[in-house]
């Protein structure tokens, strides 16, 4: 996906969980913006095309993977450490 159609997928989200290195960046968009700009950097490699893998449920746009991530974006809540599915 091109530049353009990943800022479609932030423009139609309204929560966005963006792994980061280690972190995760967690945006409510009800809450704080997030800029174009921004997004892009989270979403678009220097190339262009958009960072994957990236998951879009509803309203839920998270970009990068780990488990307890994507137990967070589906299940609605963080697992403790060493908590599996």
Known sequence: MDKAGALALARAARRLLIKV???VVRVDRARNA???DQALAYL???D???RVPVLVC???LVRGFT???YH???DGRVPAKGETG
Do not use: I
Request: charged share 40%.
């Open 21 to 23: 290195g280690p972190d």
């Open 34 to 36: 997030l800029a174009e």
């Open 44 to 46: 678009v490699h220097d």
């Open 48 to 50: 262009g095309l958009m």
């Open 58 to 60: 509803d309203d839920l």
């Open 67 to 69: 488990e307890e991530l």
């Open 72 to 74: 967070e974006a589906l």
